[in-house]
């Protein structure tokens, strides 16, 4: 028999479920990702980016425009203080995934070590420290290139 509580369960389990969803696809304002993108970025920099970028992609050379002794630059800003803002979205997911080695950089390759959806979270959670000045300039170049 089914026990009488069984629809109080359904109910809240959907009322959860709903909650859930609206937290994975409400947009932080006037950007392309969301807030959960965020949170799970800010974890994935932490533990694969913030020991050559920044903890908040803040860089950490004295001049990261600098080259040093052996010809390569140093990592640099990720916070829009630097460079990152003139690349769109597809071609920041192809320097994370395939590193600057390629380029005669240093920066490691990462296509196989992070899933595209957390390629995407980490670049949510960098874009996340550009002000709205930033953004929109990112924007007005074109910067979402992908259809999401
Ligand atoms: C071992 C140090 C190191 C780690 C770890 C690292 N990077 Fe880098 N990154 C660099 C360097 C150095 C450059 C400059 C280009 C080069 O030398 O390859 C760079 C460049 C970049 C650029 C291009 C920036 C621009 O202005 O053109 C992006 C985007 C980037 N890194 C994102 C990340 C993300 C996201 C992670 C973590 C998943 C990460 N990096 C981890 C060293 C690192």
Redesign the pocket.
């Known amino acids: 028999m089914t026990p009488r509580w069984f629809p109080l369960l359904l109910i809240f389990g959907g009322a959860l479920a709903g909650c859930d969803q609206q937290r994975e696809e409400a947009k932080v304002a006037g950007r392309w990702y969301t807030a959960g993108q965020v949170s799970d970025g800010a974890r994935l ?1 932490a533990e ?2 913030a ?3 920044g903890a908040r992609a803040e860089g950490k050379a004295a001049d990261w425009r600098q080259t040093l002794p052996d010809g ?5 800003p ?1 916070n829009g203080s ?3 803002w003139h ?1 769109t979205l597809s071609v ?1 997911r192809r ?2 995934a395939r ?3 390629p ?1 005669g ?4 390759p ?1 296509g196989d070590q ?1 899933s595209p959806a957390q390629i995407d979270a ?2 949510a959670y ?1 874009q996340s420290q550009w002000d709205d000045k930033i953004y929109s300039a990112w924007e007005q170049r074109g910067g979402v290139d992908v259809s999401r």
């Open positions: 920099f694969h980016c020991a050559c970028h390569s630059y140093p990592p640099p990720l630097a460079h990152a690349h920041l320097s994370v590193g600057g080695i380029l950089g240093k920066m490691p990462f992070l980490v670049i960098f």
